[in-house]
C-alpha cells in the first residue's frame, strides 16, 4: 500500500490505536466485536461497508421483542415472557458497482487489508485493497464515528479511490430492514433466538433522505431510521429504489487510474412508543450531523474522549501491550455503558447479540464501580435506569410471594425476568444487593445527596424489605439470620440455604440502608417523611433491618478453617471428571444441572467475591484460607470470575496468580478465551482488568467512605499508573519498584489511607510512600490446629535426586540428548512423563506417544534398579523423630509423591509402617502444580484439607499444597521457597512444637 494514504499513525501512538492486518473471513465475527463502536444507546458492528455480512449487526439499547416463555408445567411465578433485542435497519451498507460488476469482498478478492480502532479520538478506520473481477484494483478508505453525547448517529466517510481501473463506478447506500436476532444453537450464552423480528412498514426516499420506519408486532415500539449524505466532487445522485424493506440512493462517478471519490454518509436512529415525532428527531439529528460533516464529528468526539482519558488514563512502562489492552478494554465499558438514564448496560454492551442483550448484576458488581471511579456521571445514569424499573421489581417481588419490596430480576432489558430458569435466574436474590453496593460505592465517591433524596434511598429501602420476607431468625443457630433457597454467584450450586456471599451482601445492603435512613433523618428530614409516608416505612422497620444485620448468619467452617459457601457446600464430593480435551469449554454445555449440584464445583468466584465486595472485617489469612480453597474447586467457566481471583490475590500475597488472573480478564476479548467473543464483548470482564490494576494491584478499598490504597508491584513489571475521580477531584496513584506516589490534580485537600495510615494530599504537591509485601500478612500464622501430615517424598525425608538424575543421564545419553543437572532441577517435583517433556525439549526430533512411553519406562528401569540398594541410613536426620512426634499428638500421617516407585523407597529406607497413607501416583490423572495429590492424600485420611500441613521442597508441591486448601511448609532455600507459610533449611530443623497446637 502506498504509505501516504495510510491513516495509520507512527509507533509513538501504539498504545492508544488497536490495530489488525490481513484479512481472514472466518474471523469476522470477532472483529465485528473487537471494533464495534457505540454512544451507550446505539451500538454498531464493525461489518464492512461495502459488504455487511450475516454476523453484522445495528443494535438501539431499548429496541426489543418479546416473546412467550413455554414451559411444559407452568407455575405460580415463572417468567411469563422473555425480551431480547433485534437488529434495527442496517443503515451501514455502501455496496460498490463497478461497470455493472458488484465489487465482491472475499479473500480471493482482498490483496490487503488493515484496521484499527483509535482510542483517544473514538473511530474506527479501516484502509483495504481489492482486486475486481475483472482484474482491477480499488483502494477503500473508510472512517467511522458513533458520537458520544449526541442523539443516536452514525458518521461515515468513505473513500473509493481507483489504482488503475478507468470506467463507471456506483455506490448504492441503503438501509436495510433488520434481519432475526441469532440463535442460540446449544450454547445458551448465545440467547434464544426466538424473538419475532421488527417488520417494515415503510421504506421511501424523500428528496435528499432515504428513511425506513419498522415496529414491533404488537405495535408497541417503532423504530425510524434515517440516512443523508455529503458526496465529494465528482460524485453525483444517480437515482433511488425502494421496496422489500430498503431504502436506497446511488451516486455515480466516472473513474481514472488514481481518482479518488468521497461519500459522507450520516445515519440517525430514533424509537419510542409511538410513531409521532419520530421522523422529526431523525431529521434534526441528520441536519446538524451535515452541518459538522465527519470531520466536525470527529472533534467533537476526540473532546469527548480527552475528558474521559483526562481522568482515566492508564500507564504501564515497559509493556505497551498490557496498557493497550488497558485502554481497549476501558474504552469498550465507556462506549457502552448506558448513559440516557433509561437503557441498561448489556453483559455484551452494545457490541453483539449474546445473552439476547440482556442486563446481569455484572453491571452493578463490575462495570458500574469502573464507572463510578471514572466516570460519575455515567454511573448516575446507569443508576437510574434500575431506578427506573423499580416498579417491574416491585412486580416481580409480588410474583415471587413478597408481600411488599422490590426484586430485581436476574436478566433483563425493561425492568422484567426475563430468565425461564429459576433456578439460577429469580433464586439470585443477590442481585438486590449487587445494586445496594453499587449505590453505596457511588455515593461514597461522590457524596451526591441529591441522586440519594431523589433515587438512591427509596431503591435502598425497597429492595432491603425483601432480606427479611427471604429469611427469619433462626432458633436452631441461636437466632441467627439465615437466609433460604437462593442461590449465589456460583449457579452450578442452586438453591442453597445461607449462601455465603447471599449473606455476607445481604448484611453489608441492610447496614447501608440503615445508615442512609439516619442520614437523611438529619439532612432531608421532609425528603424522608415524604418518602416514607409513600412506601409506608417506619422505624420499626428500620429497627429489624438493624437486627438482621447483625445476627446474620455467615457459616465459618472450623475444621476446614474457611467459610462455608452455604450449608451443603462443604459435605460434598469433589469433581470427579477428568477436564475434556479440546481447551476451555464450559461443564454446563456437557452435564446435567444435578451432575454440577451434586458436587463441590464452582462456576465463579462465590465466597471469594464475598471477601472482595464485603469482606472489610476477615483478617487476611483467613481470606488467603479461603482463596486457596475455593480456587481448587472453581473452573472459571464464567468471565466474572478472573479479575475478582486477581483481586483477592493480590491482597492475600499470591502475587504470580493474581497476575495471570489479571492477564486472562485483560485478553478474555483479544484473545477469545471463552470462545464466544464473535457475540459481543465481555464488558463485566473487561471491567474487570481495570479493577484488578486499581483494587488488586493497587489495594483501592473505601472505610467510611475514605478511599485507601495498599500497592503491591506485580513480578516482572517496572510500574504502572493510573487516575480517577474522588469527591469531584482527580486523583493520580503511579507504582514503581521505588514506592507509590499519590498526586492530587484538582480540587480541595484529600485525606486517604496507605496501608492503613491516614495521610492528607494537596494539588500539586505528591506524597510518596514505600511499598509493602502483602505476602507476610497473608501467610498462614503457626502454631495452629493440624489434624494430618501429608509428606513429599524425594527431598524432604531422604534425597534421590541424585539417583534421578543418574537415571535421566543414561537414558539421555542413549538417545543423544543433551542434560545437564540444571535440567534435573527443573523435574524436581514434576511427574515422569511431564519430567520426559523437559528431556525432549532438546531433542533433535519428534517422538510419537508409544516412544515416549517406552522411553519413561526404560528410565524408570533404571531408577529402581538404583534404589533397589538405597538402605535405611539414606534418610534424613530427624526424621524418625519428627514420626515419633507428630504419633505421639496424634497426627495422621501420609506421603503424596509424584514418583510411582514411592512405596518401594519407603521399604527400602525402612520407614513404610509409619505412614496411614502412601499416594499411587499411578491413580492420578493431574500432577503437581494440581492439588490432586494432596487432596487424595487428605481424602484417604478422612480430615478436611484445611487441618493438614503439606511438607515440600519444590515450589510446585508448595503450590499444589495451597491449592489444596491446605497449609504449606517449605524444606529448603526461603529464597526459592518464599511463597510457603513457613520454610525450614531441612527436615531435622522442623519442630512440631512451633507448627502445631497441642
Not at 73 to 100: C, H, M, Q, W, Y
Not at 127 to 145: L, P, S
Not at 735 to 746: C, D, M, N, S
Request: charged content about 25%.
Amino acid at each position: 500500500m502506498d504509505a501516504d494514504s495510510s491513516p495509520v499513525p507512527g509507533p509513538m501512538d501504539s498504545v492508544w490505536r488497536m490495530h489488525r492486518a490481513g484479512f481472514d473471513p472466518t474471523q469476522a465475527a470477532l472483529e465485528e466485536t473487537l471494533f464495534a463502536l457505540s454512544n451507550g444507546s446505539l451500538g454498531v458492528r464493525a461489518g464492512f461497508e461495502e459488504a455487511v455480512g450475516p454476523t453484522d449487526g445495528t443494535f438501539l439499547a431499548g429496541v426489543h421483542a418479546r416473546s412467550p416463555i413455554h414451559y411444559h408445567e407452568r407455575l405460580a411465578g415463572f417468567a411469563r415472557n422473555s425480551d431480547t433485542r433485534v437488529p434495527v435497519a442496517e443503515g451501514k451498507g455502501i455496496a460498490v458497482f463497478v461497470d455493472g460488476e458488484r465489487l465482491v469482498v472475499n479473500a480471493a478478492s482482498v490483496l490487503a487489508c488493515e484496521r484499527e480502532l483509535d482510542l483517544r479520538g473514538g473511530r474506527l478506520r479501516r484502509r483495504m485493497r481489492v482486486r475486481t473481477a475483472r482484474g482491477t484494483t480499488f483502494e477503500i478508505r473508510a472512517e467511522r464515528i458513533v458520537p458520544l453525547g449526541w442523539p443516536d448517529v452514525l458518521a461515515i466517510r468513505f473513500v473509493l479511490r481507483s489504482i488503475d481501473h478507468d470506467g463507471n463506478v456506483l455506490l448504492l447506500s441503503s438501509l436495510d430492514t433488520a434481519r432475526p436476532a441469532q440463535s442460540q444453537g446449544d450454547d445458551p450464552r448465545i440467547g434464544a433466538g426466538n424473538a419475532e423480528r421488527l417488520h417494515c412498514l415503510a421504506a421511501q426516499v424523500d428528496g435528499d433522505t432515504g428513511w425506513i420506519h419498522e415496529a414491533r408486532g404488537d405495535g408497541d415500539l417503532h423504530v425510524i431510521a434515517a440516512q443523508r449524505h455529503a458526496p465529494g466532487p465528482g460524485l453525483h445522485p444517480a437515482g433511488d429504489a425502494c421496496g422489500d424493506g430498503r431504502a436506497v440512493q446511488r451516486f455515480a462517478a466516472e473513474m481514472r487510474s488514481g481518482r479518488e471519490i468521497v461519500l459522507e454518509k450520516f445515519v440517525a436512529y430514533a424509537s419510542g412508543p409511538r410513531v409521532e415525532g419520530l421522523r422529526a428527531r431523525t431529521e434534526d439529528a441528520l441536519q446538524r450531523a451535515c452541518v459538522e460533516g465527519v470531520l466536525g464529528i470527529g472533534a467533537i468526539q476526540a473532546a469527548a474522549m480527552a475528558a474521559f482519558w483526562m481522568d482515566a488514563d492508564i500507564a504501564v512502562p515497559g509493556d505497551p501491550a498490557i496498557e493497550r489492552a488497558l485502554r481497549f478494554n476501558l474504552f469498550h465499558i465507556f462506549q457502552s455503558a448506558g448513559r440516557n438514564g433509561i437503557d441498561g448496560t448489556a453483559a455484551k454492551g452494545m457490541t453483539g447479540e449474546g445473552y439476547e442483550g440482556h442486563c446481569f448484576w455484572d453491571t452493578e458488581a463490575f462495570v458500574l464501580p469502573a464507572m463510578a471511579l471514572l466516570v460519575p456521571d455515567v454511573a448516575r445514569a446507569m443508576l437510574s435506569f434500575r431506578h427506573r424499573t423499580l416498579d417491574a421489581a416491585r412486580a416481580h417481588a409480588r410474583e415471587m410471594n413478597h408481600p411488599r419490596g422490590a426484586l430485581y430480576p436476574w436478566r433483563t432489558i425493561a425492568g422484567d425476568e426475563c430468565s425461564a430458569h429459576y433456578p439460577s435466574g429469580s433464586a439470585a436474590y443477590h442481585i438486590n444487593a449487587a445494586v445496594a453496593y453499587a449505590i453505596g460505592l457511588y455515593l461514597d465517591a461522590t457524596d451526591d445527596v441529591g441522586f440519594l433524596r431523589d433515587a438512591g434511598a427509596e431503591m435502598l429501602f425497597e429492595t432491603a424489605r425483601i432480606w427479611p420476607q427471604a429469611g427469619h431468625f433462626n432458633p436452631r443457630r441461636a437466632g441467627a439470620f439465615c437466609i433460604h433457597e437462593v442461590t449465589g454467584p456460583d449457579e452450578y450450586t442452586t438453591l442453597v440455604d445461607n449462601n455465603h456471599y447471599t449473606n455476607r451482601m445481604a448484611r453489608q445492603h441492610l447496614r447501608l440502608a440503615v445508615a442512609v435512613w439516619h442520614r437523611l433523618r438529619a439532612d432531608a428530614p421532609d425528603a424522608l417523611s415524604a418518602l416514607s409516608a409513600r412506601i409506608g416505612l417506619d422505624d420499626g422497620e428500620i429497627a429489624l433491618w438493624a437486627r438482621a444485620a447483625e445476627a446474620m448468619y455467615l457459616g465459618y467452617d472450623a475444621r476446614a478453617g474457611v467459610f462455608a459457601q452455604d450449608d451443603s457446600f462443604l459435605d460434598k464430593p469433589r469433581w470427579p471428571f477428568p477436564p475434556k480435551p479440546g481447551g476451555h469449554r464450559p461443564l454446563l454445555l456437557d452435564y446435567h444441572p444435578l451432575t454440577l449440584y451434586r458436587h463441590q464445583i464452582c462456576k465463579q468466584a462465590d465466597v471469594t467475591m464475598a471477601l472482595v465486595l464485603a469482606g472489610d472485617d476477615v483478617d487476611v489469612a483467613c481470606k488467603k484460607r479461603c482463596f486457596d480453597y475455593y480456587e481448587a474447586v472453581t473452573t472459571h467457566d464464567s468471565t466474572l470470575s478472573a479479575p475478582v481471583h486477581a483481586i483477592l490475590a493480590a491482597e492475600v500475597g499470591h502475587a504470580d496468580k493474581a497476575l495471570g488472573y489479571f492477564l486472562d480478564s485483560l485478553r478474555v476479548d483479544l484473545d477469545d478465551l471463552h470462545g464466544n467473543t464473535a457475540h459481543g464483548a465481555h464488558m463485566a470482564a473487561m471491567a474487570g482488568s481495570w479493577l484488578a490494576l486499581a483494587q488488586g494491584f493497587a489495594g483501592l478499598r473505601v472505610h467510611d467512605g475514605m478511599p485507601g490504597f495498599a500497592p503491591t508491584l506485580p513480578p516482572g513489571w517496572p510500574g504502572y499508573g493510573f487516575g480517577l475521580r474522588w469527591r469531584g477531584r482527580r486523583l493520580r496513584v503511579d507504582v514503581t519498584g521505588a514506592g507509590v506516589v499519590y498526586r492530587l490534580h484538582e480540587g480541595e485537600p484529600l485525606t486517604i489511607r496507605h496501608e492503613g495510615q491516614t495521610v492528607e494530599l494537596r494539588c500539586d504537591a505528591p506524597l510518596s510512600r514505600a511499598l509493602s509485601d502483602r505476602r507476610s500478612a497473608a501467610r498462614a500464622s503457626f502454631p495452629r490446629r493440624c489434624d494430618a501430615l501429608i509428606f513429599d517424598l524425594d527431598g524432604v525425608l531422604t534425597d534421590t535426586a541424585e539417583t534421578h538424575y543418574r537415571a535421566w543421564r543414561r537414558l539421555a545419553d542413549e538417545i543423544g540428548v543433551p542434560f545437564a543437572r540444571a535440567d534435573n532441577e527443573r523435574m524436581k517435583g514434576v511427574d515422569r512423563m511431564a519430567s520426559l517433556d523437559i528431556l525432549l525439549q532438546r531433542a533433535s526430533r519428534d517422538y510419537p506417544p508409544a516412544e515416549r512411553l517406552a522411553l519413561a519406562a526404560r528410565k524408570n528401569e533404571y531408577y529402581v534398579q538404583d534404589i533397589g540398594g538405597i538402605t535405611p541410613d539414606r534418610l534424613f536426620d530427624g526424621v524418625h523423630a519428627l514420626l515419633a512426634d507428630a504419633r505421639r499428638r496424634g497426627l495422621k500421617l501420609a506421603v503424596a509423591s509424584a514418583s510411582r516407585n514411592a512405596a518401594l523407597l519407603l521399604r527400602n529406607l525402612g520407614i513404610a509402617d509409619k505412614f496411614d497413607h502412601v499416594v499411587d501416583a499411578a491413580h492420578l490423572s493431574r500432577a503437581k502444580p494440581d492439588p490432586e495429590i494432596f487432596l487424595a492424600a487428605a481424602h484417604a485420611l478422612g480430615v478436611s484439607p484445611a487441618v493438614c500441613i503439606g511438607i515440600e521442597d519444590s515450589l510446585a508441591g508448595i503450590a499444589a499444597i495451597h491449592a489444596a486448601g491446605m497449609s504449606a511448609i517449605g524444606v529448603g532455600d526461603a529464597g526459592v521457597l518464599s511463597p510457603a507459610d513457613a520454610v525450614v533449611p531441612d527436615i531435622a530443623h522442623l519442630r512440631l512444637s512451633d507448627f502445631v497446637i497441642p
